[in-house]
């Protein structure tokens, strides 16, 4: 098994076992601790920002919602008129996600529980993939870029850990607890660098930084992969 599925293995038994009530929680309008308030508004405003990079009106495009957790994105793509494939390798969020989903928007949705990078998933317009790309490396990035890349015509819009002082003090410290004690660890990236990570693996659009949102303990990196 590679790199890039033992991370996904461990995403999947993380969120599938452990996080689904935590996640299910924050991602309602349910009353949460201050902490995770603040991740609630900081994830509000990352959606906002990575729609802001699409086009307001998709009707006729297929989107693909990698990583699509609980279905916030789902909705607010399908709204737009996409035609969306909501892709999470968790089966229970999944299910949260086809049971939040609004009947009238009901018909420009499929979900699916599995890979996000799986070909059989076909081509897209654009993709979008909030956070769910934050616990790979950088090789592993340009990797899944580089099997999105010929399969998507436009943007290819996902977020990183950055390197913040917070978040490499928070990464370290993480580090010294054993792995199944704790969630999967959010690897921390600078832009430019990974730019060249993904570059190396032969990926030919170029990558850039969007914008970054920190909010409490919710601090993520926007980056855009141009069609």
Request: aromatic share 6%; with cysteine; charged share 25%.
């Amino acid at each position: 098994m590679g790199a890039y599925d033992q991370t996904l293995s461990r995403v999947e038994t993380y969120f599938d076992k452990t996080a689904t009530r935590t996640w299910e929680r924050l991602t309602s309008d349910a009353p949460v601790s201050k902490v995770r308030a603040t991740v609630r508004a900081g994830r509000d405003r990352m959606r906002a920002l990575i729609l802001s990079r699409l086009p307001q009106d998709l009707r006729g495009a297929r989107v693909l919602d990698a990583g699509c957790g609980a279905g916030q994105m789902t909705v607010e793509l399908a709204a737009r008129g996409a035609e969306v494939l909501a892709c999470d390798i968790s089966p229970n969020l999944v299910d949260i996600a086809r049971r939040r989903l609004p009947d009238d928007l009901a018909p420009q949705v499929r979900f699916v529980s599995g890979d996000m990078l799986d070909d059989a998933h076909g081509s897209f317009d654009h993709v979008v993939a909030m956070d769910s790309l934050i616990y790979y490396t950088g090789a592993d990035i340009g990797r899944a870029l580089k099997r999105l890349e010929p399969r998507t015509s436009g943007s290819v819009v996902f977020t990183v850990a950055p390197r913040t002082t917070l978040l490499m003090g928070m990464w370290y410290v993480g580090k010294l607890f054993p792995q199944s004690d704790r969630s999967p660890v959010m690897i921390p990236h600078d832009p430019v660098r990974l730019a060249r990570d993904v570059a190396a693996q032969g990926v030919a659009r170029r990558l850039s930084p969007v914008g970054q949102i920190t909010s409490g303990f919710y601090i993520s990196q926007a980056m855009e992969l141009r069609g």
